[in-house]
């Protein structure tokens, strides 16, 4: 079965800085796709940004970028320029490319940013 | 675009009292929609899939006869808390997914249950 790790509850960083959060996921298959969503305060689910795993590429948004290592089953959220509005949590997923398309979500990593 | 929306975002009702709470697709078309239930600091739990003109897919350890989850048309699906008790408060969000372009599942705001 498939599981999502990430192994930081909590993170802070310093406004305007550089902060990354860390997600490792096991998983048997191929091909899948990973996200990043974003839980503000109002408890409204964000999506950051995805990465299909058939592409080495990887993704960006903005300022957010992913370091997508699929050999290591790692798949890393980078924040650049940190605003006082990333504060919030982050959840990574898994998702499998066909089925039932249901995520699998790690247990989440609540960002703070510092003024 | 991809607007998920919730109906009612906070409710309080009676213990023994059933809920019922709406989950739309505003400007898309979604086959499957999810519910999840999420407790205080914690992630998200799935409870059921849920597929346009089918029965729902629950979870292991969700009880299908307390959590009704009807998905009668393309854009609406509805999730029912029968004879709740307060160990059903909590906070339940609904997600969609998108069956043209990037197949990702949007969420809508969640609605809160209280019971008491």
């Known amino acids: 079965a498939q599981t999502v790790t990430q192994s930081q509850p909590e993170m802070s960083v310093q406004e305007a800085e550089t902060v990354t959060l860390s997600c490792t996921y096991d998983t048997s298959e191929s091909d899948y796709y990973l996200f990043w969503y974003k839980q503000p305060p109002s408890r409204q689910m964000i999506l950051v940004i995805r990465q299909e795993a058939y592409k080495q590429q990887n993704a960006t948004e903005n300022r957010f970028s992913v370091n997508f290592q699929k050999a290591a089953k790692s798949f890393s959220l980078k924040i650049s320029d940190s605003q006082l509005g990333d504060a919030a949590m982050y959840f990574c997923?898994?998702?499998?490319?066909?089925?039932?398309?249901?995520?699998?979500f790690g247990t989440g990593t609540r960002l703070k940013v510092l003024a | 675009g991809a607007v998920v929306s919730q109906h009612p975002s906070w409710v309080i009702c009676k213990s023994g009292t059933s809920v019922k709470i709406e989950c739309r697709s505003l400007?898309?078309?979604?086959?499957?929609m999810f519910w999840y239930r999420q407790f205080p600091k914690q992630s998200l739990m799935l409870m059921a899939t849920?597929?346009?003109?089918?029965?729902?897919?629950?979870e292991q350890g969700v009880e299908k006869d307390k959590f009704l989850i009807n998905h009668a048309s393309l854009t609406l699906s509805t999730l029912t808390v029968t004879s709740a008790h307060p160990e059903d408060s909590s906070f339940y969000i609904c997600?969609?997914?998108?069956?043209?372009?990037?197949?990702?599942?949007?969420f809508g705001p969640g609605t809160r249950l209280l019971v008491l």
């Open positions: 997923a898994y998702r499998r490319p066909s089925g039932t398309y249901k995520y699998i």
């Open positions: 849920s597929n346009e003109g089918s029965k729902a897919t629950y």
């Open positions: 997600s969609a997914r998108e069956i043209q372009g990037l197949e990702t599942q949007y």
């Open positions: 400007d898309f078309q979604a086959t499957t």
